[in-house]
């Protein structure tokens, strides 16, 4: 069953919503998935290593920093060619969209939208070309869902600081060129700095032993007395809103990303059933299955419309951090549903890498877990609906 019969479901017509760049973005991504994540991605899972052979090339393509303003490297394309491009390259995998959403999300958006201008020319086009790559530090041991706890800590010394602490569960910490790290300084206030590595006193070290988003790498940060020059603090941002607003970009991603990962699933599986015979007669043909498809088509198609509307709302620059958790929690539930149903489609055949299902369910594990958990994200939406924080 090869790729290139990939047939993107589009039940509600969706196309007609978009421009032609936009149409013509997507196909470029996809057809760039076809041929160089699809052929060995389940190899690389398997091995447990990120391909990093394709970061230049995902630099090349434009798949890094695609919303930010060309002067300084990207695109400047809108919020919705950033979301069919994370789409598509979900359906390759979520590490390669992972690896995409915190360069572009994590790392390039803070230093454009909080950076000196020094700053900002010094790292961003670099990131997006994949010259340099970057990894985001906000998660610590003892403080994941409540970052507003963390230890990690600054302390002023004229024209610098120290920096001591640690972060945990990091994407891309051990091949970081550079990390955004979150940190409080001696007020109590949460700040943004950027950090190098080869930087004495700061370690990476690999978190092993995923069974998820295996094609993708994991590990800490450490800081022992790390000394952070004045001139890499972000100047433009203090306290948790930094942080957070650049989640709101990753997780406005992770919505359209995932619906990537449930198209290739829902398609996978249905030119499956179509094909394989059981009692005479094509398994596609029996009722069960179809309930399947009918309702897994019915939840792509809502989920599609969810982000294709809160692009709009992102490009005129309204749309809310509740939208924004909505949207990730459904969808990201969505596309974990939706593969574990798909599976089953293939009985047997369904556990294995001859297809991509068990792959895509495994790597969704983490999804509905980074950028909020499935419980956090309800919460969010509970706080805008009743004003009362149900957190703490
Ligand atoms: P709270 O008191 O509500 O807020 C503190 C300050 O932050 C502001 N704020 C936001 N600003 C912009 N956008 C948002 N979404 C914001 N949410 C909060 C808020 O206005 C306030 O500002 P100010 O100026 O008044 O001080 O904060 P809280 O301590 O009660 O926590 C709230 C909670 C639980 C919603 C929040 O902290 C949360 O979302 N927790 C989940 C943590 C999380 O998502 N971590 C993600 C780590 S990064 C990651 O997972 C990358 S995966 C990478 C990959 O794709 O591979
Ligand atoms: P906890 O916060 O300990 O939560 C455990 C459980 O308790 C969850 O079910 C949660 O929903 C629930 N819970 C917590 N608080 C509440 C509450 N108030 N009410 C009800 N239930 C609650 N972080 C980064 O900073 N940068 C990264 O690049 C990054 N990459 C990641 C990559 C992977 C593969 C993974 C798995 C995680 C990554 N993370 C990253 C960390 C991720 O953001 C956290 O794992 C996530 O925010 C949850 O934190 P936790 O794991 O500490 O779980």
């Known amino acids: 069953m090869s790729e290139i019969q990939y047939n993107a479901p589009d039940y509600y017509l969706m196309d007609d919503l978009l421009s032609e760049e936009h149409k013509l973005i997507r196909e470029s991504v996809r057809a760039w998935v076809d041929r160089r994540v699809k052929p060995d991605i389940e190899e690389y899972f398997e091995k447990s290593k990120f391909p990093s052979h394709l970061i230049k090339e995902m630099g090349e393509n434009g798949m890094f920093g695609p919303f930010i303003p060309v002067e300084y490297g990207g695109a400047g394309l809108d919020y919705i060619a950033y979301g069919i491009i994370m789409q598509e390259l979900e359906r390759g995998d979520s590490g390669i969209r992972s690896m995409a959403s915190v360069q572009t999300s994590l790392v390039m958006y803070p230093i454009y939208a909080f950076g000196s201008e020094e700053q900002k020319k010094k790292y961003l086009p670099k990131l997006a070309t994949g010259e340099l790559i970057g990894c985001f530090g906000l998660t610590e041991p003892n403080h994941g869902s409540d970052p507003g706890g963390m230890i990690t800590n600054v302390k002023d010394k004229g024209d610098h600081y120290i920096l001591n ?160 958790s909505m949207a990730k929690r459904n969808n990201v539930a969505m596309a974990l549903n939706i593969a574990r149903e798909m599976r089953q489609v293939f009985g047997a055949m369904g556990i294995t890498n001859d297809f991509p299902i068990m792959r895509h369910s495994m790597n969704l594990e983490s999804v509905i877990t980074y950028e909020g958990t499935h419980d956090v994200h309800l919460l969010i939406t509970g706080l805008d609906i009743t004003g009362i924080p149900a957190f703490k």
């Not at 300084?185 to 978190?207: H, Q």
């Not at 990303?257 to 059933?273: E, L, N, P, S, T």
Request: charged fraction near 25%; hydrophobic fraction near 40%; charge should be positive.
């Open 165 to 324: 602490g640690a972060k945990m569960w990091i994407t891309n910490s051990t091949v970081a060129d550079v990390a955004v790290v979150w940190a409080k300084d001696e007020e109590g206030i949460v700040r943004g700095m950027l950090v190098e590595k080869g930087t004495k006193g700061f370690t990476a070290p690999e978190t092993h032993g995923k069974l998820s988003l295996r094609a993708s790498v994991t590990g800490e940060l450490v800081f022992d007395d790390v000394i952070v020059p004045k001139e890499n603090v972000f100047p433009n941002v203090k306290g948790l809103k930094g942080p957070m607003s650049c989640l709101n970009s990753a997780r406005y991603g992770i919505a359209w990303g995932v619906i990537g990962a449930a198209m290739d699933c829902y398609d996978a599986a249905v030119r499956y059933a179509l094909e394989r015979k059981q009692f005479g007669k094509p398994i596609a043909g029996f009722q069960l299955q179809q309930k399947k498809f009918a309702e897994a088509l019915t939840e792509i198609t809502k989920a599609q419309l969810l982000v294709l509307r809160l692009g709009q709302l992102r490009n005129e620059g309204k749309s809310t951090p509740g939208q924004i």
